[in-house]
């Protein structure tokens, strides 16, 4: 699939631009086509109307009869070839060969490339009116959706069984046909989906309103008249249930049930990467930005600029650690290998993609490029943690909405086989790089601590995801928030216990688990 990183989705232009190419050949070869037989329409016209003037005489000239026989036999054959002639195999097999040998997207794509946006409506509480626009947060990035566009967008959300955004995009269409010159879809087909869809969100008064429309539009349309018969017999039971003062029964008249409430902490998180939430005054005054230098912990090569986001769980943010050229080399070797990122089902243990990480990724060694190496020696320098037992170097690229909700770096005890066949421990540390600043949205937070972070092309962050005891620290539990504009790069080293036990003594101390994770 292509729509989970940006990357991918710069092929599908250079795919468009050949189709471009061969529709304007296509359409080109068929205009001459249809330029040759007009050419004939005219002399069959012309030589026609002269002979309608008198008839006897014109075929009394035997140059006009021989003409008109000669017209009807060779030159209407070439008349019938131009018409039977049938371009489109040539351009089909062009197209073909596009499809099968360049980037295209699919069905799967389409999906969820409208899922994202979905995900993004919600995210960032974007108004489906202003989406349309063609606006994110108020600032116009692209051209106006049509009312066929939103139709689509409420199809797939239907195919979704997203009966919420289904009623979102549904009205909107709805709304944008009023003011289009050229229709772009069927009223009828919106006011279809839209009833249904507000059937399933609770609203059959409305449903069957918008079902009664449909009827203006279409009287013999099989399924709304079976629906309407449907709809006023459970609105009728709901009038008899009233009367009989069993209240409980009340239909719910909610048209506005929004996906995902009530989950925990959902709410929360979602306002953490709209940028509402932030550490408290007393906390942040505590927090430092300094040099490293030798007298810090951490062992030193480089004076880094090292920022303190949070304290007990430690989170620093070591900024320029990164140079342009190695983030160049990074991405440009990480590219070709990109796959659709999995994450470790808890019960089996097996990796499987899933709809919570949306993003592409890779693995780079670092004996594979000197640059890899030199991040990887950095981390160290940084860290004063041993790189023997980390894992390589994992490059990800975030595409439209792309985002990793709220999960633990470490392995918990009740996961299946996690980083066993490594035999290197769990992953006690992360130093997550950006690699590309990003213009909307895709921020890391930390819900547990009300730490968010923001993407600094160059910078990284750094935290321990165990305690000293070895047991996880749920503090750390953090999310990529979606990304809403931009593209999004960052890189993971994982740093693992094995080879640490010198260099960060563990202790027995269990940690304060009073929590909720
Ligand atoms: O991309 C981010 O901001 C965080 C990524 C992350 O948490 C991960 O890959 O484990
Ligand atoms: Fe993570």
Known sequence: EVFTALADLEELLQTESSLIYTLENYIRAEEEKLDYLKRYAHIYKSQYEKAAEDVQVYVANPINAYTLVKRLTADWKEVENLITMDLSPDYMENITYIKENMKFPTDEDLNGAAVALTRLQDTYRLETSSLARGELNGIKYSSELSAADCFELGRQSYNN??????????????????????????????????????????NIRLALDLTNKLLEILPTHTRALGNKVYYEDELQKIVEEKRKGDDGSEAIQNDEIKPNDGVHGREFYEQMCRGEITLSDAKLSKLKCRYLNKNHPFLLIAPFKVEEAHHKPDI?????????????????????????????????????????????????????????ADVSQRVSDITGL?????????????GIGGHYE????????????????????????????????????????????????????????????????????????????????????????????????????????????????
């Open 406 to 517: 709220p999960h633990f770096d470490f392995a918990r005890k009740d996961e299946l086989n996690a980083f066993k066949s490594l035999g290197t421990g769990n992953r006690i540390a992360t130093v997550l790089f950006y690699m590309t600043d990003v213009e909307q949205g895709g921020a890391t937070v930390f819900p547990s601590i009300s730490v968010t972070l923001w993407p600094k092309k160059g910078a990284a962050a750094f935290w321990h995801n165990l305690h000293p005891s070895g047991d996880g620290d749920k503090m750390t539990r953090h999310a990529a928030c979606p990304v809403l504009t931009g593209s999004k790069w960052v890189s993971n080293k994982w740093i693992h216990e094995r080879g640490q036990e010198f260099l960060r003594p563990c202790t027995l101390d269990r940690p304060n688990e009073d929590f909720v994770a």
């Open 316 to 372: 620093f943010i070591f900024h320029d650690v990164l140079a342009d050229s190695e983030i160049a080399t990074i991405r440009r070797m990480a590219q070709p290998r990109f796959r659709r990122a999995t994450v470790q089902n808890t019960d089996t243990g097996e990796l499987e993609i899933a709809q919570y990480r949306i993003s592409k990724s890779a693995w780079l060694k670092e004996e594979e490029h000197k640059h890899i």
């Open 386 to 398: 041993t790189m023997a037992t980390a894992e390589e170097l994992q490059v990800v690229n975030y």
């Open 161 to 202: 069984e997203d009966y919420y955004h289904t009623q979102l995009w549904m009205r909107e269409a709805d709304s944008r046909l009023n003011r289009e010159a050229n229709e772009t879809v069927g009223r009828s087909d919106i006011l279809e989906y839209l009833a249904f869809s507000t059937y399933k969100q609770g």
